[in-house]
């Protein structure tokens, strides 16, 4: 049950933002590692920070001091610049990945969005695939984010109705987990997609 003060904080959120997800009814106002505190003082164990993004946990002093030194120095810039902390950022991440370069995203939407151009270029480029003739092959029950092109691969009727039409070159198959799991001639995954085309 909610208190009175959380239930203004809620009854406010619903009143002035579009309704696009349904929160825990739940008002958090401070975090500390992996601990959040509600405007009631009720602690909590952040079992759920970030779910779509990469959690750092609450609060963390040597981040927080990182944050205040860099924005204190240079803030957000366009990319039409180079940075320094930008190329130490990539040349990090390179080393530590083992990947030759890096194309950073602002999210898993712009992530995916990007990993399906270079599939399809890949496709055309390398592979011969005629033009727009490229097919990706997506499993059953995704879902990578909100975008036009990517709800136009998911299989949840809840994130496409009211969004058509649809960006076209997908195919689905079921995902089952395993192919070793016996029912190959039944099941429906990505290898038996593979085997009935």
Not at 110 to 130: L, N
Not at 133 to 144: C, L, S
Not at 156 to 167: A, L, M, Q, V
């Given at each position: 049950?909610?208190?009175?003060?959380?239930d203004?904080?809620?009854?406010?959120?619903?009143?002035?933002?579009?309704?696009?997800?349904?929160?825990?009814?739940?008002?958090?106002?401070?975090?500390?590692?992996?601990?959040?505190?509600?405007?009631?003082?009720?602690?909590?164990?952040?079992?759920?920070?970030?779910?779509?993004?990469?959690?750092?946990?609450?609060?963390?002093?040597?981040?927080?001091?990182?944050?205040?030194?860099?924005?204190?120095?240079?803030?957000?810039?366009?990319?039409?610049?180079?940075?320094?902390?930008?190329?130490?950022?990539?040349?990090?991440?390179?080393?530590?990945?083992?990947?030759?370069?890096?194309?950073t995203?602002?999210?898993?939407?712009?992530?995916?969005?990007t990993?399906?151009?270079?599939?399809?270029?890949?496709?055309?480029?390398?592979?011969?695939?005629?033009?727009?003739?490229?097919?990706?092959?997506?499993?059953?029950?995704?879902?990578?984010?909100?975008?036009?092109?990517?709800?136009?691969?998911?299989?949840?009727?809840?994130y496409?109705?009211?969004?058509?039409?649809?960006?076209?070159?997908?195919?689905?198959?079921?995902?089952?987990?395993?192919?070793?799991?016996?029912?190959?001639?039944?099941?429906?995954?990505?290898?038996?997609?593979?085997?009935?085309n």
């Amino acid at each position: 049950m909610t208190s009175s003060l959380q239930d203004n904080f809620i009854k406010k959120e619903s009143l002035y933002g579009a309704q696009n997800y349904s929160p825990l009814s739940v008002v958090l106002e401070k975090g500390e590692g992996a601990y959040l505190w509600d405007v009631d003082g009720n602690k909590y164990l952040d079992m759920v920070s970030a779910y779509s993004a990469v959690s750092h946990g609450h609060s963390h002093p040597e981040l927080i001091k990182t944050l205040h030194d860099q924005s204190s120095k240079l803030a957000i810039t366009s990319r039409a610049f180079y940075t320094e902390p930008f190329a130490n950022f990539l040349e990090k991440l390179s080393n530590i990945s083992d990947f030759e370069s890096v194309l950073t995203m602002n999210t898993g939407a712009e992530a995916v969005e990007t990993a399906i151009k270079a599939a399809r270029r890949w496709g055309y480029f390398s592979k011969g695939i005629p033009e727009d003739d490229a097919e990706i092959i997506v499993a059953n029950g995704n879902f990578h984010g909100r975008t036009t092109t990517i709800v136009s691969f998911s299989s949840d009727s809840s994130y496409k109705d009211g969004f058509g039409p649809f960006t076209p070159g997908f195919e689905t198959a079921d995902y089952c987990g395993s192919c070793e799991c016996g029912l190959i001639d039944n099941c429906l995954s990505i290898k038996s997609f593979e085997k009935k085309n």
